[in-house]
Structure formats: structure tokens, C-alpha cells
């Protein structure tokens, strides 16, 4: 019997403190904001842009480009004999003769 007086107490208490309720009110311009956000125009362009100009990916973008450079400079170990047999060739593959140029004083761009 004891018990079921400590229930009805925990009953009774619970329903006392719902007494001072009230219902919750939003922010004023909550709905102006959420109009404006949805009334924006999303297009490929906005959503790319958006997307880029977070830090993270800016940072990875950055990286990634330094990290192409470095290897394109460290990649390229062709000497200097390597690369004169290479003009070479293509100046015969192409009937370039330097020296007639010059001895005409043709100018070309």
C-alpha cells in the first residue's frame, strides 16, 4: 500500500511540473531566412564555387598542385646532348636549315 502511494505521488508530481508549460516559440525572422535560402537559385556554377571555397579543399587543391610541379621539375633529367639530338632530328624531319635563314635575312615570327 505504501508503495502504491509513492507511485501516485511520482504520478502526481510529474503532472505538475507539465502545469508552467508554454508552447516554443521561433526566432521572428526564422522564416525569412528560410524563404531567402530556398528562393536562391542553385546552379552548377554556385554549388561548384560553394564547394572549392571550403578551407579543406582549397588546402588538398594547393597541395596537389605543388605536389604536380615538383615532380614535373624533379622528372625532367633529359641532358643537354639529349636535347640537341632531339632539335636535330626535327629541324632534318622539317628541312630546317638555320643558316639559310640567316644568310637571307628573311624574318619570320
Known sequence: MNRKKEIQ???EQALRSLDG??????????YTRIRVKLDQERTAWSWLA????????AIGLVAVVIL???LTITSNNSSADE?????V??????SFQPSNILENGINQP
Open 9 to 11: 505521488e511520482k504520478v
Open 21 to 30: 508549460l508554454e508552447s516554443a516559440s521561433a526566432n521572428p525572422h526564422l
Open 50 to 57: 560553394n564547394f572549392l571555397s571550403k578551407p579543406m579543399v
Open 68 to 70: 604536380l610541379n615538383i
Open 83 to 87: 636535347l640537341n639530338d632531339q632539335l
Open 89 to 94: 632530328t626535327l629541324a632534318q624531319d622539317y
